[in-house]
């Protein structure tokens, strides 16, 4: 039984935002997941964790709804995912910040606007563009780099920016695997304080990492997958000790 106790403060109802019931994927008969049964609810903040092969990247893919499933069910806002139609998936998409693993930036656009861009997407005045990219930049302690091209930037400063560009507009959820992976101690704080910041103003956060310092030092739920199957879901540190 999982134990809820780390939910946003605020007026975002509490309900099940992601929901999975027995659900299935395989790939060339190799069954990636197993029998998930899990559910996510609004404001909650929660580490997935679990060797390479263990079918992370596989569920994170799934929520974004970028991969279909074999068997079972998966609602994301009470809505099964394989009954969302184009236009109804991108703006699931829209309401998503996702911090890749690759970064995938734009190389011919500046990190202002690479960044900027979900913004304009979304129909921002370019006034409140540039404070939202100033201040996101500034948290990151990448504003001296608004004007170059990411071929120009450190692996870790790439990285700083996929994250600002994931969560600049306060998403409904971010989506983050292993953002601290290429980045140093400091710096890999600096991010987790963001997105616990991000998650108390009510965003969703589900962050996979392999870091054990983050999760030893907070409460937060933890889903370990192994070989496709859930074996942990709990709250707080118990995990490490």
């Known amino acids: 039984m999982s134990i809820f106790r780390n939910?946003?403060?605020?007026?975002?109802?509490?309900?099940?935002?992601?929901?999975?019931?027995?659900?299935?994927?395989?790939?060339?008969?190799?069954?990636?997941?197993k029998n998930i049964n899990m559910q996510i609810e609004h404001g909650e903040f929660v580490f997935l964790i679990g060797e390479s092969g263990s079918g992370k990247?596989?569920?994170i893919e799934l929520i974004q709804g970028r991969r279909m499933y074999n068997t079972g069910s998966l609602k994301i806002k009470d809505k099964e995912l394989c009954q969302y139609n184009y236009m109804e998936l991108q703006n699931l998409r829209g309401m998503m910040g996702v911090v890749f693993q690759d970064t995938r930036l734009i190389e011919e656009w500046t990190v202002f606007e690479n960044i900027a861009y979900k913004l304009e997407y979304l129909g921002y005045p370019f006034s409140l563009i540039q404070s939202k990219v100033e201040e996101v930049t500034t948290d990151l302690k990448i504003d001296r780099y608004i004007k170059n091209l990411p071929r120009n930037l450190s692996g870790g400063e790439r990285q700083r920016v996929n994250i600002a560009r994931a969560i600049v507009a306060n998403p409904q959820i971010i989506i983050a695997d292993e953002p601290?992976?290429?980045?140093?101690?400091?710096?890999?704080?600096?991010?987790f304080e963001l997105?616990?910041?991000?998650?108390?103003?009510?965003s969703t956060i589900i962050m996979s990492t392999h870091d054990p310092n983050f999760i030893k030092e907070s409460e937060f739920r933890i889903i370990k997958l192994t070989k496709g199957e859930k074996v942990y879901d709990q709250c707080g540190s118990n995990y490490f000790i």
């Open 180 to 191: 601290t992976a290429n980045l140093d101690k400091a710096n890999a704080k600096i991010v």
């Open 57 to 59: 990247t596989t569920l």
């Open 195 to 202: 997105l616990k910041k991000k998650n108390k103003l009510g």
């Open 7 to 33: 939910k946003a403060e605020g007026n975002m109802k509490k309900d099940n935002f992601i929901l999975m019931d027995k659900l299935g994927v395989e790939h060339k008969n190799n069954k990636v997941l």
